[in-house]
């Protein structure tokens, strides 16, 4: 079973029928990091929140998108590396 590099599955889904067997692609609307600041942190909390109890990778839905400020690509990274 592959998983899908998408951040509109349902958490819930993915962390019952399949964490318990593979691990799951904590994924993050690209647009949430355009937007960064408050919006960016709740969104990277609520993945790693959802997957925080089995093997886990933290992505991006469909990567960066040009128009994404290094800034909050810093800050996304600082808020997963915790």
């Not at 599955?9 to 799951?24: K, N, T, Y």
């Not at 609520?46 to 998108?65: R, S, Y």
Request: proline fraction near 6%.
């Amino acid at each position: 079973m592959q998983s899908g590099s998408t951040w509109m599955i349902d958490r819930a889904f993915a962390r019952e029928q399949v964490q318990s067997r593979l691990p799951v692609q904590g994924n993050v609307d690209p647009l949430v990091l355009v937007a960064g600041g408050a919006a960016l942190d709740r969104a990277v909390d609520a993945a790693l929140e959802a997957f925080a109890g089995g093997p886990f990778i933290f992505n991006l839905g469909h990567g960066i998108v040009p128009q994404t400020p290094i800034e909050h690509v810093e800050q996304m990274l600082k808020r997963v590396r915790g």
